[in-house]
C-alpha cells in the first residue's frame, strides 16, 4: 500500500511541474495574438491617401544630345489597386485571424494546463478517478513527448488492481 501512496504522490507532483510547463507553452502563440493586435488597430492611413506617383519625364533624349517631346507624353494616373476586395479589408482580416487564432491556442494550453493541476491536486487529496482518468487520455492525446508519457503511466497506474479505491471510488462490478 505504501508503494501505491507513493507512486500516487509522484504522478500527483508530476502533473503539478507538467502542468505549469504547460502554462509557458501555452504562451507561445502571443506573439500571433499581439500581431493581430497590431494589424487590426493600426491606423492604415496610407491605403485612404496612396502617395503621389513620381513625375517621369516627358521628353526624351535625342540621339544628338536634344530633348524632344516624348509623342503621346502623359502623366501617370494613380496606382490602382488590383480587383478583389480592398487592402484594408485584407490587412484587419488577417488581423482577425492571427487574434482568433492565437486566443483559442492560448485558451485551450490554459484549460488543459488548469485540468492537469487539477488532476495533480485531486490525486494528493486520493479522490477524483474518473477526472483523473479523463486527464489523463486527453494528455496522451494531445502533447508530445511529457505529456504522452504522463498520461500513459497515469493510465497504467490507474487501471490496476485496487487503484479506484485509492482515489475514492467503488470497485466496478465485473
Not at 502623359?74 to 480592398?86: A, E, F, L, S, V
Not at 492537469?116 to 487529496?125: D, N
Request: overall charge negative; charged content about 15%.
Amino acid at each position: 500500500m505504501d508503494q501505491k501512496l507513493e507512486h500516487l504522490r509522484l504522478l500527483s507532483l508530476a502533473h503539478f511541474i507538467l502542468g505549469g510547463i504547460t502554462y509557458l507553452i501555452a504562451l507561445f502563440p502571443i506573439i500571433h495574438f499581439g500581431m493581430g493586435l497590431l494589424f487590426l488597430f493600426m491606423p492604415l492611413d496610407e491605403f485612404e491617401n496612396p502617395p503621389a506617383a513620381e513625375a517621369t519625364p516627358s521628353a526624351e533624349v535625342s540621339e544628338a544630345g536634344g530633348a524632344a517631346p516624348a509623342p503621346n507624353a502623359k502623366k501617370p494616373d494613380r496606382p490602382t489597386n488590383p480587383p478583389g476586395p480592398p487592402p484594408e479589408l485584407m490587412f484587419r482580416g488577417i488581423g482577425a485571424l492571427f487574434t482568433l487564432f492565437g486566443g483559442l491556442i492560448i485558451l485551450a494550453g490554459f484549460a488543459l494546463a488548469t485540468a492537469m493541476i487539477m488532476a495533480g491536486r485531486r490525486m494528493r487529496e486520493r479522490r477524483g478517478y474518473t477526472f483523473c482518468f479523463a486527464v489523463a487520455v486527453i494528455e496522451c492525446a494531445i502533447f508530445f513527448p511529457l505529456h504522452l508519457a504522463l498520461g500513459a503511466l497515469t493510465i497504467v497506474f490507474l487501471l490496476q488492481p485496487g487503484n479506484r479505491e485509492l482515489l475514492g471510488e467503488s470497485p466496478k462490478d465485473e
